[in-house]
């Protein structure tokens, strides 16, 4: 079974520009321009539809999707109140 973090992570590997030094769980996506807001967007979408959660706007906020870490705490603690 796949991890939430290898999930997410395989994601933007796949679907965004990530540099050959790679991509840290800790890193901003916004500051290091891996994602932009159209980006957000389509991670959104990608987590919805991956994980069956429903993202509401009041919850596209930096600290919940801005690096893998916070996107890895965001979906767990979304999935465990559903």
């Known amino acids: 079974m796949t991890s939430t973090r290898d999930t997410v992570h395989a994601f933007l590997v796949k679907n965004f ?5 790679g991509l840290s769980d800790g890193e901003s996506l916004l500051d290091r321009g891996i994602v932009d807001s159209t980006g957000i967007l389509e991670v959104v ?3 919805e ?3 069956n959660i429903r993202i509401d706007d009041s919850e596209l906020v930096p600290v919940n999707l ?3 870490n ?3 705490v965001f979906v767990e603690n979304k999935k465990s109140h559903s």
């Open 49 to 51: 539809e991956t994980f």
């Open 45 to 47: 979408s990608f987590l």
């Open 17 to 21: 520009y990530v540099g050959a030094d």
């Open 70 to 72: 916070g996107i890895v």
């Open 66 to 68: 801005d690096s893998v």
